[in-house]
């Protein structure tokens, strides 16, 4: 058992390293020896380890919502939003984004 976690340790660094250096995974891994495909497989395993599950509720985080100004301060309402993240980074968010999108970009400031 121990053996087994060490590897799926290896492997999340790996997937880290991966996600971090903007390469696709075939000329990530290529250059390290590695499956491409083994690389792929194990961040999905990560990702769906780390998925919420269904049942009792995780709790809630409560976070500040502040009103984002326009951009020139032209007192014009865009209707957007400034989100900032419990590690203090902020993120502007306009009308209409793509709400997959917003989450990854979320999950990746926060280091999920």
């Not at 058992?1 to 290529?30: C, D, H, N, Q, Y």
């Not at 980074?89 to 999108?101: F, I, K, Y």
Request: charged share 30%; no cysteine.
């Amino acid at each position: 058992m121990a053996r087994a976690k060490t590897r799926a340790a290896e492997w999340a660094k790996r997937v880290r390293a991966w996600k971090s250096s903007g390469k696709s995974a075939p000329e990530f891994a290529g250059a390290r020896g590695w499956n491409f495909r083994t690389l792929r497989w194990w961040a999905s395993r990560l990702r769906r380890q780390k998925a919420p599950q269904a049942g009792p509720s995780r709790g809630v985080e409560f976070v500040e919502l502040v009103r984002a100004e326009p951009a020139g301060g032209g007192g014009r309402d865009t209707g957007g939003l400034e989100i900032v993240l419990a590690n203090g980074r902020t993120v502007l968010v306009a009308v209409g984004v793509d709400l997959g999108l917003l989450r990854a970009v979320v999950e990746t400031l926060e280091g999920r």
